[in-house]
């Protein structure tokens, strides 16, 4: 058997080869990045019987996952230990097992450098670390979010100076990832795949195994057009959310209620989707995959002004929120100065416990900068701590605290930057004696019961 495997893979067009060893489900697939993406997606592989290896650099994350426990929000471990039972999953960090893999798919972090220039290095270690161990008869996918051309420009090249040619020895193509962190409703197998190969050879067959575990994929032309695809669709949600946050602060110069304004909006069945107002942009791709594409667009003369507009408006809520807290202090004859001021949810969105780039930080840190004593309480997020971006408490973490009466009671103002579920508003608008609003988290019978005084964003 082995050995017809082994002339297998060498006679037959590398098309053909791998979509039959897909179809027998014999189709070696691994997985480049155990995260928020990559786990996920090696575990919709395995338990549809795929012979599947995690890759990863970090060997605490392999360890936890070899034992059966999950690090991902949305993956229950119990599902990481039914992968395990399945006797054909492995974790590792062993990079030289790339050569066994049919199919590598690259799910590795594309942030940005401090100079918001694209950070391709991620990429190119994977990159190389497949071209190490590349063989004849292998289909590599990219799923990070990148600039449209990295598929073709950096990857494609990087395979071919090791001795491959495109269709004859492997195959390339670009899938976004869409997943959104904590939605119940979407996961990996019901959203929709977007699919493009560098070749049409490419395309085909890294569609045919995305059929395997995805209900509905899209085959476009290109690589690059699946690339760009996914661009557009977070930079969508960027300019879309600076237009809301915009919108707030016109409604709250004329006195009008935003959420109330947006809300009504909502009631046009057609030509209007709402986005809402808040203290900025967090997680790891609204606020950076802009960037990618408007990093590109000026590389060839185009200089993308929705981008660095809504950039400027998303990245100054923080400072627009922390004036907010600031004008009702004084309202109530305090300054921020020497004033004790609760946070009330850090993530970055609600119901999730990520951190990145969450607007809360830069909420506190220019709090803290101007003398306020800040304190939290987040169910989802034990600790919190400021790199050297923040100008106070390099390196100091920040510990969850408890919700206790005491601790709002003694507040000088609450500051809702997160609406988690799970959190006793009843209680915090009891016991606070100020309260600035920048999530809607506090609906209108709320308000009206509340002991305390109540800003809205
Ligand atoms: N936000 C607002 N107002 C809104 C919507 C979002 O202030 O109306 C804020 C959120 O609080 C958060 C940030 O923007 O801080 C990003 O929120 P998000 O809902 O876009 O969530 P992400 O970044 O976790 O995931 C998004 C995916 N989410 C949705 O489509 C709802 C999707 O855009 C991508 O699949 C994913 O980024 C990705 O990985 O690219």
Redesign the pocket.
């Known amino acids: 058997h082995q050995f017809s495997v082994f002339l297998f893979r060498n006679t037959k067009m590398v098309k053909e080869q791998i979509k039959k060893l897909i179809d027998e489900k014999g189709a070696q697939i691994g997985v480049i990045g155990l995260g928020y ?1 990559g786990l996920p997606l090696i575990v919709e592989f395995s338990l549809k019987g795929f012979p599947t290896t995690g890759f990863e650099v970090d060997n605490k994350k392999v360890q936890a996952i070899k034992s059966g426990i999950s690090h991902i929000v949305d993956v229950p471990s119990s599902d990481v230990q039914k992968c395990i039972d399945g006797g054909k999953f492995t974790a590792t960090t062993d990079f030289a097992k790339l050569g066994e893999c049919d199919v590598i798919i690259i799910c590795v972090p594309t942030p940005l450098r401090k100079t918001k220039d694209p950070d391709m290095s991620f990429i190119l270690a994977a990159g190389g670390e497949i071209k190490k161990h590349m063989r004849r008869g292998q289909l590599v996918i990219l799923e990070s ?1 990148t600039y449209p051309g990295t598929t073709d420009e950096v990857l494609q090249p990087m395979f071919e100076d090791a001795g491959f040619a495109l269709d004859k020895d492997f195959l390339l193509a670009f899938s976004p ?7 119940p409703q979407f996961q990996t197998h019901n959203i929709p795949k977007v699919v493009g190969g560098v070749s049409a050879d490419s395309g085909e067959v890294a569609s045919h195994l995305y059929s395997q575990v995805v209900e509905n994929v899209h085959l476009v032309s290109s690589a690059r057009v699946a690339e760009a695809c ?1 661009l557009w ?2 930079t969508f ?1 960027a300019i ?2 600076g237009m ?2 915009e919108m707030a602060k016109v409604c709250n110069a004329l006195g009008i209620d935003s959420w109330e304004v947006v809300r009504a909006a909502a009631t046009k069945p057609f030509g209007f989707m ?5 203290p ?8 950076l ?1 802009p960037h990618y594409l408007s990093w590109k667009a000026r590389q060839h003369g185009f200089d993308s002004q929705f981008i660095t507009l809504a950039e400027q408006i998303n990245s100054g809520m923080p400072k627009y929120v922390s004036a907010l807290v600031r004008d009702a202090l004084n309202d109530n004859e305090r300054s921020v100065k020497g004033s004790k001021i609760l946070i009330l949810g850090v993530a ?3 119901d ?1 416990d ?1 951190m990145r780039e ?2 809360a930080l830069s909420v506190i840190d220019l709090l803290r900068s101007q003398g306020a004593t800040v304190v939290y309480h987040d169910p989802f997020v034990p600790e919190v701590t400021f790199d050297h971006a923040y100008t106070i408490g390099d390196g100091e973490p920040l510990y969850n605290l408890e919700l206790t009466d005491e601790l709002i009671s003694s507040s000088d103002c609450v500051v809702i930057c ?1 609406e988690h579920t799970n959190v006793d508003y009843d209680k915090v608008c009891e016991l606070a004696p100020l309260i600035v609003d920048t999530r809607n988290a506090l609906d209108k019978k709320r308000r009206e019961v509340s002991n305390a005084k109540i800003v809205r964003l």
């Open positions: 993406v979010t990832e869409r997943v959104d962190p904590g939605n996914k669709e977070n949600r879309n959310i809301a946050n709402a986005f809402y107002p808040g900025g942009i967090g997680g790891h791709c609204i606020p995959d970055y969105k609600k999730i990520d969450s607007p997160t």
